[in-house]
T-cell receptor, first 117, second 118 residues
Framework: DAMVIQNPRYQVTQFGKPVTLSCSQTLNHNVMYWYQQKSSQAPKLLFHYYDKDFNNEADTPDNFQSRRPNTSFCFLDIRSPGLGDAAMYLC????????????????FGDGTRLSIL | AQSVTQLDSQVPVFEEAPVELRCNYSSSVSVYLFWYVQYPNQGLQLLLKYLSGSTLVKGINGFEAEFNKSQTSFHLRKPSVHISDTAEYFCAVSEVNAGGTSYGKLTFGQGTILTVHP
């Protein structure tokens, strides 16, 4: 089945130690999103890629970066994780802007739960 | 800008009872409406969506929702719940015909935790 796969499912890192989360997709979708979801809260969009074009949300901290080396993969880099960055990180995809504008839903991975020691 | 309010943060019910999870939205433009379900330690899965046409939409797992434009609501219902329906449910909206940086951006409600007791 075509899927959105996130690795690892659980990640533990030390305060201030850079960490990278991975997302891959077999849907061949143009758009890939990263969300942060803290406990008992709604997912919060951090940024997205349309193909190779990066789009940052205005309130996403500079500590969060992303890379998309090809259509299938997208990475979330946290340069210096703080305790407040402990959360579930969700990757999602959509076919393209026209599709999302026409109401097609986003497809989500199972998330990576990040813990900070 | 859109906003979504899920009126109940937690809803406990007994197995085989009916349930309604409430969602109200606010927007200056037309929106599409979605319900997503999130099981523990998993991502979000689409339950159903309203784009246009019939205001009653049916989704997976026996859920349905009704769009009420005058009340700006999109409540989720199931006539008889199972233990396996225990999860968190998110209502979300996106702007119709969004262009530019609006790209179908989802605005989520805060979520409703449905707990089904035996």
């Amino acid at each position: 089945d075509a899927m959105v796969i996130q690795n690892p499912r659980y990640q533990v890192t030390q305060f201030g130690k850079p960490v990278t989360l991975s997302c891959s997709q077999t849907l061949n979708h143009n758009v890939m999103y990263w969300y942060q979801q803290k406990s008992s809260q709604a997912p919060k969009l951090l940024f997205h890629y349309y193909d190779k074009d990066f789009n940052n949300e205005a309130d996403t901290p500079d500590n969060f970066q992303s890379r998309r080396p090809n259509t299938s993969f997208c990475f979330l880099d946290i340069r210096s994780p703080g305790l407040g960055d402990a959360a579930m990180y969700l990757c999602a995809t959509s076919r393209d802007y026209k599709a999302t504008a026409a109401g097609q839903p986003q497809h989500f991975g199972d998330g990576t739960r990040l813990s900070i020691l | 800008a859109q906003s979504v309010t899920q009126l109940d943060s937690q809803v406990p019910v007994f197995e085989e009872a009916p349930v309604e999870l409430r969602c109200n939205y606010s927007s200056s433009v037309s929106v599409y409406l979605f319900w997503y379900v999130q099981y523990p330690n998993q991502g979000l899965q689409l339950l159903l969506k309203y784009l246009s046409g019939s205001t009653l939409v049916k989704g997976i797992n026996g859920f349905e929702a009704e769009f009420n434009k005058s009340q700006t609501s999109f409540h989720l219902r199931k006539p008889s719940v199972h233990i396996s329906d225990t999860a968190e449910y998110f209502c979300a909206v996106s702007e119709v015909n969004a262009g530019g940086t609006s790209y179908g951006k989802l605005t989520f409600g805060q979520g409703t935790i449905l707990t089904v007791h035996p």
